[in-house]
């Protein structure tokens, strides 16, 4: 459903066709994820500040939000209608979820040995320093999560725009339209998203890990102290979540659309 003041629209073709083999031009996708954001939430404080109390109503309304970006939304859409970003939230995760269970089911055979004998309390401290995992299941393990990792974003953009979980789940329409995008252009782009992202986060983590080890150090490391600085530094992530959230949206949002011919 389109807001006051919100429209959706169709982008131009970020490459000629999926035959041309011209790459994506992925700075233009870059640079307009980076103004999205910036211009609709970084420069607009009250959405800013609604959209961290969505995180932390354990990130439900947040998901919903991200839904009204996948479906196309110019500008940045506002955080309204918070019964609607809640049932279009839990929606996303119920997907989410959907597609995380043949990594959980194959978790629990790799790792059940190990937490049914720590809470039956046979396992003591020599078995567990001797107990490894099965180095098969840890195998398919990594493979199921870059399988689900390459069409998580496909199939979560899909749900948003047609509002249907069976085409969540449709993955011949889910490929086609990865095909379309270009195999190697959407792993780049991936890829691209994940580096983009990930320095940065790491870097800020590092840096709070780094300024709470010295006021530790520098004040002691007292109870008041410790908790003083974990606050400070899930303050800092709350603030930025929303900035990396709405970016990766729109971003995977534009990557989605090159896949539309260019009318």
């Not at 307009?32 to 609709?40: F, I, P």
Request: glycine share 8%; charged share 10%.
């Amino acid at each position: 459903m389109e807001r006051p003041g919100e429209r959706r629209y169709s982008y131009p073709c970020l490459m000629t066709n999926r035959y041309s083999g011209e790459s994506m031009d992925y700075a233009n996708v870059l640079d307009d994820a980076l103004h999205y954001t910036k211009e609709g939430i970084f420069a607009n404080g009250s959405r800013w500040i609604k959209l961290i109390v969505a995180i932390i109503c354990l990130g439900i309304p947040m998901n919903g939000y991200v839904m009204r970006i996948y479906r196309g939304t110019l500008p940045a859409p506002e955080v309204d209608q918070w019964g609607t970003l809640f049932i279009d939230g839990l929606k996303l995760m119920i997907v989410g979820f959907i597609y995380a269970i043949p990594i959980l089911i194959v978790w629990l055979l790799a790792y059940g040995s190990l937490i049914l004998g720590v809470v039956s309390g046979s396992m003591n401290s020599s078995a567990m320093n001797h107990w490894s995992p099965n180095l098969g299941l840890m195998l398919v393990m990594n493979v199921i999560e870059i399988f689900v990792g390459i069409i998580l974003p496909v199939a979560s953009i899909r749900f948003a725009r047609t509002n249907s979980f069976s085409e969540a789940f449709n993955f011949s329409a889910i490929v086609d339209t990865i095909k379309k995008i270009g195999w190697i252009n959407y792993l780049v782009a991936i890829v691209l998203i994940a580096i983009v992202i990930g320095i940065p986060v790491c870097i800020i983590i590092f840096g709070l890990i780094l300024m709470g080890g010295i006021a530790a150090y520098l004040l002691g490391f007292g109870n008041l102290v410790i908790l003083a600085i974990i606050a400070i530094a899930v303050l800092v992530l709350l603030i930025i979540m929303p900035l990396i959230s709405v970016f990766q949206a729109r971003y995977m949002t534009r990557v989605y659309d090159s896949a539309v011919p260019e009318a």
